[in-house]
């Protein structure tokens, strides 16, 4: 099964919408296989944001990154990559669709809520920055049956 990496940012922990955001991945029927609280360090953001460095926007998406407690998830569905995303919905808040988290509750670029992983080279650069294997729970849902059948 196809595993996503996800992060409720600070600003949605800080707005407390960390409740809302899991609601939604658990109703759509993604697994979740790990879930912690951490502060980020500016050295697992400037890992994770390594494909940004030079942009204008960097050292400030470092700045907020860094700035308060975020939520680390993982999740695991089929087509879980493309999945997490469209209902992350687009970057930049004038083009996320209302019924996407970011369309939904986001009105600034960088303050966007959450970040997910957009590839699998993504969730494979991503995912070990913030989890080891061993963080991540096996167990088989009781709801596959319904959720990941055809
Ligand atoms: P994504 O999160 O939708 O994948 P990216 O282009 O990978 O978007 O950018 C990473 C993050 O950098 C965004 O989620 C947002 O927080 C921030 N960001 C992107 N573009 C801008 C910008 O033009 N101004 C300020 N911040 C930006
Ligand atoms: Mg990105």
Same mark, same amino acid.
């Given at each position: 099964?196809?595993?996503?990496?996800?992060?409720?940012k600070p600003d949605a922990?800080?707005?407390?919408?960390?409740?809302?955001?899991?609601?939604?991945?658990?109703?759509?029927?993604?697994?979740?296989?790990?879930?912690?609280?951490?502060?980020?360090?500016?050295?697992?953001?400037?890992?994770?944001?390594?494909?940004?460095?030079?942009?204008?926007?960097?050292?400030?998406?470092?700045?907020?990154?860094?700035?308060?407690?975020?939520?680390?998830?993982?999740?695991?569905?089929?087509?879980?990559? !493309? =999945? %997490?995303?469209?209902?992350?919905? $687009?970057?930049?808040?004038?083009?996320?669709? /209302?019924?996407?988290?970011?369309?939904?509750?986001?009105?600034?670029?960088?303050? !966007? =809520? %959450?970040?997910?992983?957009?590839? $699998?080279?993504?969730?494979?650069?991503?995912? /070990?920055?913030?989890?080891?294997?061993?963080?991540?729970?096996?167990?088989?849902?009781? =709801?596959?049956?319904?959720?990941?059948?055809?």
């Amino acid at each position: 099964m196809e595993r996503s990496f996800i992060i409720i940012k600070p600003d949605a922990v800080q707005r407390g919408l960390i409740g809302e955001i899991i609601r939604r991945f658990e109703q759509k029927g993604l697994k979740l296989v790990g879930l912690k609280m951490l502060q980020v360090t500016r050295e697992q953001a400037g890992r994770q944001y390594s494909c940004h460095l030079g942009r204008p926007f960097y050292d400030s998406l470092v700045q907020f990154m860094t700035s308060g407690p975020v939520c680390a998830m993982t999740v695991e569905g089929k087509n879980a990559i !493309n =999945l %997490v995303r469209k209902m992350v919905g $687009a970057t930049a808040p004038e083009n996320a669709e /209302p019924g996407t988290i970011r369309g939904d509750f986001a009105i600034n670029v960088q303050n !966007n =809520l %959450v970040h997910a992983s957009d590839s $699998a080279e993504s969730v494979a650069h991503e995912l /070990p920055i913030y989890f080891s294997e061993q963080d991540l729970m096996k167990y088989d849902s009781a =709801l596959k049956d319904w959720f990941c059948k055809g």
